[in-house]
């Protein structure tokens, strides 16, 4: 089943299968497919149609009836999205298939349904981002015009006055930044009553014009207002009384929506390196020290008929640098009886095939392979080897001279050459005692809405610092670190060659695995290469095979991007929480994030004080993420990953939180929308459309706003927490208690009369996803105890280790026992 799972689109199932002369890349070639199953109802399950472009490859909707059956999958290398529901007949996940592999998993019993909607929308994203694209280029060119709507200043019902100000500009695109500037009355200077950046308004993905969000508080009330373009354009107006009254709602003046189309990983990190040439005094670049393998590819090519006598060349240069230059010819000679030879001219490589007797070919696949490796000028340039592993014994054809091509579709604007990933520091004192958080984005590159989820995020730290009181405590309080793109490689790959791309491009496959119609099958599952709980030590949820969608890769650790990870946690060792962003399925989740598949071991618990602390913070932070248009995260969504998806082994949040300590979450974006007409909740997809994709990335920014919020509360948290002794059961012969705190905090306790210490017993769950144990006594006891907060915040100011005896005591009797 792992072969053919792992051998996408190359239809090794099959014996008879016959593979074309010259195989280019991106020319798979489709098998027929026998008619698809039909369900208990007779309605006939949609196959997806072969796709020249995507090798057929789509989401498909699979339906188990138990947890069981979700680590079979995984166990299988089946590629897997972060995304499981409940359903009437069991749990529904939903998998990257090829046609073959999707009757293969219906051959072993597997329930593989249709298709998830809004999946087909591919080519109309990328469509509407050139579009986007266009607009903003052709704007950046040329200054723009502001069209005045409104500029009016009015009273509240307390005399309190106010300003708002709308303008249109004729550069639609999220870049164009309008900034309003206005004196304090008639004859005062021109910037004496204030300046604040405009908001962007759009409307079921149209730019509207710029506004003010809110109504913004004045002292005085202005006479004219002037506002600038950051493409140039200017406009000075009047201000007028506006008639009406309005009351201010809570929050102010608040800029948000600067993301308008997906943006591709060279696009994401030209946008941080603005932003900080922009804000310098609050922001800094960090180049994170190890390069990615590059958006490269080394070029091929294929030849033969059928297995055995297929065989295909790899360039030894990327082509980039010059494998596509590369080109092979297999030539029949006119005379009987003639030797294999290889002569190379240049870049040209000829291979002359060998005759027998009567002048017809004799040489073979593997004889081919050898005397192409063996040329010191041919292996010079290229590498051959056999179909997949094939002995090689079939009789090759002759076929014209064909250049290699490492098939690779991104504009030259995308470069070939390693790539340099970048985080964004945000703070106006870096470093030091303030607490830093970590924000990073796109582990997976078909997650397309995850990385402007971090780059709305910077947008509105810089844009809000200087007249939101919020934002600015925020960045002033606190270290942040933004990395908006994790996965480059994958991601520009995701863009533009195959959409589905999980991976980076590293391709650790040997030669069996490594023809050209296995390209879209290299690559490292990022989130599955880190250190802790990973599948070398034994834990469930990611794969040794290179062509898996979760492959480990050849060991911990083995890619720059993750390295990069880990680099930076150490080097900023103020870094206390963490965000990772993913999609989709509306989650949020935290560590312990993988198990082992006997007994399902999960890694060590996250103590009693801590889980609740996640908790709590999670109102917080999803109450946030409701305020943009409703959406709710549900409380069977929110948990710690195996309590709520499945083990993802070697996952980056377990790597940052077991070796050092940082608090971090994940979110999974893209909730399932409720369709009232069906009454059913409908998933979203990797690549929704953008008007989608749009709003996920504005509620789940407002999530990594809150985020920060909970990290500075922490930052300033010095209050104590308290607690109490709570006797929830007695019998004849024995008593039962347990432990409230007022705040999330662990409780320390003993029950012989010693001094508690951090050494001491410590409260602990009563199961999974449950409350705190009851401790049961068989004799009258007096318990000794004290609490601690996540901050390290202590009760009573006790000193665990020091000489003190403040700590709580309660006498628990036991009636028997008097």
Avoid at 261 to 275: C, F, K, N
Avoid at 720 to 742: C, K, Q, Y
Wanted: proline share 6%; net charge neutral.
């Amino acid at each position: 089943m792992r072969s053919s799972l792992n051998d996408r689109g190359s239809g090794r199932v099959v014996a008879a299968f016959v593979l074309p002369v010259v195989l280019a890349l991106g020319a798979t070639p489709v098998l027929a497919s026998p008619a698809p199953p039909a369900l208990s109802g007779g309605e006939v399950v949609p196959d997806r149609q072969p796709s020249t472009t995507q090798d057929g490859v789509a989401l498909l909707r699979v339906v188990v009836p138990d947890q069981a059956a979700v680590d079979r999958l995984n166990a299988l290398g089946v590629d897997l999205a972060e995304y499981r529901k409940a359903v009437d007949d069991g749990i529904e996940v939903h998998a990257v298939l090829s046609p073959q592999e999707a009757r293969e998993l219906r051959g072993q019993g597997f329930d593989v349904r249709d298709a998830v909607p809004g999946q087909a929308a591919f080519a109309a994203n990328q469509a509407e981002r050139r579009t986007a694209m266009s607009a903003a280029v052709t704007a950046a060119q040329q200054n723009d015009t502001l069209t005045p709507l409104r500029a009016e200043w009015f009273t509240s019902t307390d005399d309190r006055r106010f300003l708002s100000v709308e303008v249109k500009s004729s550069a639609t695109d999220a870049e164009t930044v309008l900034t309003a500037t206005w004196d304090s009355g008639r004859g005062t200077p021109p910037d004496s009553g204030g300046t604040a950046t405009l908001s962007r308004f759009t409307d079921a993905g149209q730019y509207m014009y710029h506004r003010f969000d809110y109504p913004l508080p004045v002292t005085q009330a202005p006479s004219r207002v002037t506002i600038k373009s950051s493409r140039g354009g200017s406009v000075t107006v009047p201000v007028t009384k506006w008639l009406g009254e309005r009351r201010t709602p809570p929050g102010g003046h608040y800029v948000s929506d600067f993301v308008d189309h997906y943006m591709d990983p060279t696009e994401v990190t030209g946008r941080i390196t603005a932003l900080a040439a922009e804000f310098p005094r609050i922001t800094q670049i960090i180049d994170l020290p190890y390069k990615t393998n590059g958006y490269r590819r080394a070029a091929q090519a294929q030849f033969g008929t059928g297995a055995a006598s297929t065989f295909y060349v790899t360039s030894t240069a990327y082509g980039s640098q010059g494998g596509n230059d590369v080109s092979l010819a297999l030539t029949r000679p006119e005379a009987a009886s003639s030797p294999l030879t290889v002569t190379v001219t240049g870049k040209d490589v000829v291979v002359g095939l060998a005759t027998d007797a009567s002048g017809a070919i004799s040489s073979t696949a593997r004889q081919v392979v050898d005397a192409l490796n063996a040329n010191t000028a041919a292996s010079a340039l290229l590498t051959a080897a056999t179909y997949r592993g094939d002995q090689g014994g079939g009789l090759v054809a002759a076929a014209p001279a064909t250049r290699l091509t490492d098939g690779l579709k991104a504009p030259r604007s995308v470069s070939r050459e390693p790539f340099q990933m970048k985080a964004l520091r945000v703070g106006t004192k870096r470093g030091g005692p303030k607490v830093g958080v970590f924000l990073y984005c796109q582990e997976h590159a078909r997650e397309w809405v995850t990385p402007l989820v971090c780059v709305e995020t910077a947008e509105r730290l810089l844009r809000n610092y200087a007249h939101d009181p919020r934002t600015r405590r925020i960045v002033d309080d606190l270290d942040i670190f933004i990395l908006p793109t994790s996965n480059p490689d994958g991601a520009h790959y995701s863009f533009y060659d195959y959409n589905m791309q999980r991976k980076n491009m590293t391709n650790h496959c040997p030669a069996k695995a490594a023809d050209p119609a296995s390209r879209n099958s290299w690559g490292v599952d990022l989130n599955r290469n880190f250190s802790v709980g990973s599948m070398f030590d034994g834990y469930l949820g990611a794969s040794s095979d290179c062509t898996s969608g979760v492959f480990a890769g050849p060991s911990e650790l083995s890619e720059p991007e993750d390295r990069n990870q880990v680099w930076l946690t150490r080097k900023y060792p103020n870094i206390k929480f963490a965000m990772n962003t993913h999609s989709y399925g509306g989650y949020f989740m935290w560590p312990p994030g993988s198990y082992k598949e006997a007994g399902r071991e999960t890694l060590p618990r996250i103590d009693l004080g801590t889980e609740n602390y996640f908790w709590e913070s999670s109102r917080h932070i999803l109450s946030a993420v409701q305020e943009r248009r409703g959406t709710a995260i549900w409380p069977g969504r929110t948990g710690p990953v195996p309590d709520v998806l499945y083990s993802a082994a070697g996952n980056s949040a377990d790597e940052h939180w077991y070796n050092r300590g940082i608090i971090g979450w994940d979110f999974e974006v893209g909730a399932d929308l409720y369709d009232p007409a069906t009454k059913r909740f409908q998933p979203v997809g990797f690549q929704p459309p953008f008007a989608e994709g749009h709003e996920e990335a504005m509620e789940f920014s407002s999530g990594q706003i809150a985020i920060l919020e909970v990290a500075r509360a922490y930052s300033g948290d010095r209050r104590r927490p308290g607690s109490e002794l709570e006797v929830t059961g007695r019998t004849g012969t024995s008593a039962t208690f347990t432990f409230t705190t007022d705040e999330p905090a662990n409780v320390y306790y003993t029950l012989d009369g010693s001094r508690p210490t951090l050494n001491s017993p410590k409260l602990v769950a009563a199961g999974t996803r449950e409350g705190a144990q009851r401790i049961t006594v068989d004799r009258t006891t007096e318990v000794h105890w004290f609490s601690v907060d996540i901050a390290g915040n202590v009760e009573r100011g006790y000193r665990p280790g020091g000489p003190g005896a403040n700590y709580r005591r309660q006498r628990v009797e036991v009636r028997g026992d008097r």
